[in-house]
């Protein structure tokens, strides 16, 4: 029994697909929060139960059986993400599990001004902790996040935040791959080298993109971090996002985000996918 968590989130989601895809559907199990948004995968004979990573009790129901427990990260920071992931590390130990599966970040740094990094590295030395084998898929950025990045420049035409550096943005496509192939015996062990996809670029290579992408140019402007936390603050996002956004820019401009690794490439056997391809399923030409 392989169980995914978080399977009702657009990654968790995409590797149970992956993983059906390779094999049979009852032996994958979900634990989810929510049951009733997982009656998709249930008709398909994928077992669903019920799971909190707070509340110890549900993960022991969740994870009864389990061979392979795959800790999709959660979208909290801080103490509340250390310690929900902790508490299904420990939960997937007390149901015998024989690895543990985790979604890390190519950025995981105890040290990071980014606080999630921190709070990867905080869940890998979990890990180590455990006792139990485990393999830590230290995931590249997520391409996602460079459509979040872009906001209204698309309306605007300027792509305005402070200085930042190169991102090895990854596909979550990829990347659910990746996490289905480590769970069926690809071989992952331990900390994995970051997987990423094929180039690092910076804010005004997305500028580029978006313009080339829509016919109509997105300048990229330069903002001061300041400036730019006034702006966050203005619109109504609290300190603690407008925070966390900044320590974003802070540690992609020391480069944390940046390295270029081929093994997912040479994991999928292919190569992986392009932000401009990942854009161009979200950005429509204006004409």
Do not use: C
């Not at 999709?72 to 149901?95: C, F, K, L, M, N």
């Amino acid at each position: 029994m392989i169980i995914v968590t978080g399977a009702n989130g657009g990654l968790g989601r995409l590797i149970t697909e992956r993983l059906l895809e390779r094999v049979p559907s009852e032996r994958i199990g979900v634990s989810v929060r929510d049951p009733e948004k997982a009656r998709e995968l249930e008709d398909r004979d994928v077992r669903v139960r019920q799971g909190d990573f707070g509340d110890p009790v549900s993960l022991a129901d969740a994870f009864e059986g389990a061979q392979q427990v795959l800790v999709v990260s959660t979208d909290s920071t801080g103490v509340d993400a250390v310690h929900h992931h902790r508490t299904a590390i420990e939960a997937a130990a007390a149901a015998g599990a024989k690895r543990i599966l985790y979604t890390s970040h190519m950025g995981s740094d105890p040290s990071s001004p980014f606080a999630p990094m921190r709070d990867h590295a905080a869940t890998e030395a979990a890990l180590r902790e455990s006792g139990v084998p485990f393999t830590s898929l230290r995931n590249g950025f997520y391409a996602s996040s460079a459509v979040m990045l872009l906001g209204h420049a698309l309306e605007t035409g300027e792509l305005a935040a402070p200085e930042d550096g190169p991102v090895a943005w990854t596909a979550h496509a990829d990347l659910a791959e990746a996490a289905a192939l480590a769970l069926t015996g690809a071989g992952l062990d331990g900390t994995t080298p970051a997987l990423t996809g094929p180039e690092s670029l910076d804010l005004a290579d997305i500028a580029a993109i978006a313009t080339r992408l829509t016919g109509r140019e997105v300048r990229r402007v330069v903002v001061s971090d300041a400036d730019y936390r006034a702006s966050l603050l203005a619109r109504g996002l609290p300190e603690a996002g407008a925070d966390l956004l900044l320590g974003l820019f802070a540690a992609s401009r020391q480069g944390q985000f940046t390295p270029v690794d081929p093994t997912l490439g040479r994991l999928l056997g292919r190569p992986t996918t392009a932000l401009a391809d990942v854009l161009k399923t979200t950005i429509t030409p204006t004409g």
